[in-house]
């Protein structure tokens, strides 16, 4: 069995990665660690980093990277520059999934390329917002969701790391929002669509708003509906479908059937869902 030490509450060690394995009657395999030092509480920051590093062993020298967006992303994406850097990992690429990873990835030195020239991608690693038994997904309440499923979608590989927070036992159940990108030209028309196409399942859909009051506007220039569920959608393939009838939407942060693997940090350590 794997232990963990603390070194501090915000620096974790990962030891003996002997792994515990367990086939529950779920389609997937689960694997775990346990986690020793339960004196020590980790903080969400915490969690998120313990998964996001994991993530980050699966990476091999010449791979193509999707580099994932989000505070639980950013952790692979630092982890990555400091491993090329000490040298541990060397001749990778990646794909950013949004301007703010784009920037980040370069401030580490890791090298960067494009779909355009690069349209297969070896593993891709990013965090989700909702995560669910079949390891569909939830993402872009950070509003990365199309460059995010672009890249995503042609991952061989798609490692999804989170904390437990994100665990729902359906998608839109954690009340929170599920993105849908849309062109800005009468955007209005697309959110009262959207609130009725989903009035079942007491949808209010609101438009993203910004810090300064303005509408939220994307990597690619649209803007976001944020769609709220009162009840976790019955089926997200149905929904997926009827939401990509609209023309005008550009996308919707459903994310299905594409994760590998999800890696999910909690208080007692850190469980890794296979599909
Ligand atoms: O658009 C943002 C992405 O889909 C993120 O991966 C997602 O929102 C999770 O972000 P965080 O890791 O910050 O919770």
Known sequence: ????????SSHLTLRTPSLNLRTGASPRTSVSFSVKAQSVALSQDD???LAAEKAVEAIKPGMVLGLGTGSTAAFAVDQIGKLLS??????????????????????????????????????????ADEVD?????????????????????????????ADDTKLVKGLGGSGLAMPVEVVQFCWNFNLIRLQDLFKEFGC?????????????????SNYIIDLYFKEPL??????????????????HGLFLGMATSVIIAGKNGVEVMNK
């Open 1 to 8: 069995m794997a232990s963990l030490s603390f070194v501090s």
């Open 204 to 220: 209010d859909a609101k438009l993203r708003i910004d810090g300064d009051g303005k509408p939220y506007v994307t990597d690619n």
């Open 47 to 49: 969690l998120k980093k």
């Open 86 to 127: 000490s040298g541990e990992l060397y001749d990778i690429v990646g794909i950013p999934t949004s301007k703010r990873t784009e920037e980040q990835a370069r401030s580490l030195g890791i090298p960067l390329v494009a779909l355009d020239t690069h349209p297969r991608i070896d593993l891709a690693i990013d965090g």
């Open 234 to 251: 019955k089926d997200g393939f149905a929904a997926a479908k009827d939401i990509g009838k609209f023309e005008g939407v550009v996308e």
């Open 133 to 161: 038994p079949n390891l569909d997904l939830v993402k872009g309440r950070g509003g990365a969701l199309l460059r995010e499923k672009m890249v995503e979608a042609v991952a061989e590989k798609f490692i999804v790391v």
